[in-house]
């Protein structure tokens, strides 16, 4: 069974492409099949896993707007057991083509249909912003999206309009749509301000805030430089273990049986 969630949150620099590739590369290493679908015109992911985006034949644009098959666009790191469905500069432009296509919302749920049963986990990485990109985002988030909130003053400015955006979407496009939950990212144990968004964040998301609350962490900033994900740029670091605790919590909250983690 294929899960997919969708990383969103439309402030940017909160910490969706960081979750995205480390939770997919603590999922993988629990023997998860795990697809990471960069949906940024930035493109953070797909270099945060050596993929250079100007070098890539084919890219999620293909996908969305030559609907090319998702499987002849997806690349696979051996060593890392992931794969990444890497973005490209076109990707910029796909917002504005998109508004005269057919369909133009459900683009990417219906391009991921084709390779839904060769992954356990799909994770897709949402731009900072509420455009038709993140729509496609949201509508393809079959099992809910996953909203990183950084540990700071203002963090919930913002998420009012994204609760909307997913309601809109929830009535328009996908009455299924969920909330799988809340991470707090960059908590900083030093200040009181990370209390306070805790509480915050639990008063707005009753129940939906994951306990793992990843804190800021140099080497979860130094690991996209190197092309590698923190689980193997530097696993006994405080930020992987935050993220690999993560990975837990979801798998036990999803039902799948974590296996030992590979090294
Ligand atoms: N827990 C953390 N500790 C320290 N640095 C972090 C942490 N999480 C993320 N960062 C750094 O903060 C910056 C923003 O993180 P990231 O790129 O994951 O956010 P984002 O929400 O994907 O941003 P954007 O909206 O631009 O796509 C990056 O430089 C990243 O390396
Ligand atoms: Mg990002």
Known sequence: MTRIYTLVNQKGGVGKTTTAINLGA?????????????????ANASSSLGVDKNAVEGSIY???????????????????????LPSSPALAGAEVELVNELARETRLK???????????????????????LTVNGLVAAR?????PVQC???ALEGLGQLTETIERVRVALYPDLKVRGVVLTMFDSRTNLGNDVIKEVNRHFPKQAFHSIVPRNIRLAEAPS????????APSSPGAYA?????????????????????
């Open 26 to 42: 603590y999922l993988a290493r629990f023997g998860q099949r795990v697809l990471i679908v960069d949906l940024d015109p930035q």
């Open 243 to 263: 993220y690999e605790m993560l990975a837990r919590e979801l798998l036990r909250g999803d039902g799948v049986k974590v296996s030992v983690a590979k090294s």
């Open 226 to 233: 190197y092309g590698l994900p923190v689980a193997a740029y």
């Open 110 to 132: 219906n391009a991921l249909d084709e390779v839904r049963g060769k992954y356990d986990y799909i994770l897709i990485d949402c731009p900072p912003s509420l455009g038709l």
């Open 62 to 84: 293909d996908a969305l707007i030559n609907e090319m098959p998702v499987s002849t666009l997806t690349l696979h790191n051996e060593r890392l057991n992931l794969s990444i």
């Open 152 to 154: 700071e003053y203002l």
């Open 143 to 147: 099992d809910g999206v996953i909203i």
